[in-house]
């Protein structure tokens, strides 16, 4: 058998891996799930704190890994590679913030052909999730506005990038 740093073989690394408390999958670590499955068949709760599960299309497309956890407030699966980032070529309209469905990082590249409001939704966020915006595209006569923060709304121009996170009462905004 073959021994990894210290002495210690793969079997044992496995087995101390296995006996760590409430370690494991919530399926076997080689069935991956849609994160919608994941929230349905296995709810964020105290009997799957430490858990792990593999989803296919966390952000949409990312196959990764995500953890159960207690935040202080809530049991929240979290993924354990928070970064990841997609763009949009919205020009006008609504954007909502999906946690675990749109990317941490959130480019929006058209210009602008009326005003965005780009909103935060709380479903499935977890306390200190980021979530970073970047305006790319030109503004013209009209604005990026993020809309349902605690405390005020932010508006954001040409060539910036706000950063939102997610607290025990919801989503706040840096200006």
Same mark, same amino acid.
């Given at each position: 058998?073959?021994?990894v740093a210290g002495?210690v073989?793969a079997?044992q690394?496995?087995?101390?891996i296995?006996?760590?408390?409430?370690a494991?999958?919530?399926? #076997?670590?080689t069935?991956?799930m849609? *994160?919608?499955d994941?929230? +349905?068949?296995?709810?964020?709760a105290?009997?799957? *704190?430490?858990q792990?599960?593999?989803?296919s299309d966390?952000?949409? #497309? *990312?196959?990764?890994?995500?953890?159960c956890r207690?935040?202080? &407030?809530?049991y929240?699966?979290?993924?354990?590679r928070?970064?990841?980032t997609?763009v949009?070529?919205?020009t #006008?309209?609504? &954007?909502?913030?999906?946690?675990?469905?749109?990317?941490?990082t959130l480019r929006?590249?058209?210009?602008?052909l009326?005003?965005?409001? *780009?909103?935060?939704i709380a479903?499935?966020?977890f306390?200190?999730?980021?979530?970073?915006?970047?305006?790319?595209?030109?503004?013209?006569?009209?604005? +990026?506005? /993020?809309?349902g923060?605690?405390g005020?709304? /932010?508006?954001l121009l040409?060539?910036?990038?706000?950063?939102?996170?997610?607290?025990?009462?919801?989503?706040?905004g840096? #200006?």
């Amino acid at each position: 058998m073959a021994e990894v740093a210290g002495g210690v073989t793969a079997a044992q690394v496995a087995a101390m891996i296995a006996q760590s408390a409430g370690a494991g999958y919530v399926a #076997s670590p080689t069935t991956t799930m849609t *994160v919608a499955d994941l929230m +349905t068949n296995f709810p964020p709760a105290a009997n799957y *704190v430490n858990q792990y599960a593999r989803v296919s299309d966390l952000y949409g #497309s *990312v196959d990764d890994i995500m953890r159960c956890r207690f935040d202080g &407030v809530n049991y929240r699966w979290v993924p354990q590679r928070p970064f990841f980032t997609a763009v949009t070529a919205s020009t #006008s309209g609504s &954007v909502s913030i999906i946690p675990l469905v749109t990317a941490p990082t959130l480019r929006l590249t058209g210009n602008l052909l009326g005003n965005i409001n *780009v909103t935060p939704i709380a479903t499935n966020a977890f306390i200190g999730q980021q979530q970073r915006v970047i305006q790319e595209g030109t503004l013209g006569l009209f604005t +990026t506005t /993020i809309t349902g923060l605690i405390g005020s709304n /932010i508006t954001l121009l040409g060539g910036n990038t706000k950063l939102l996170e997610y607290g025990p009462t919801g989503w706040f905004g840096y #200006s």
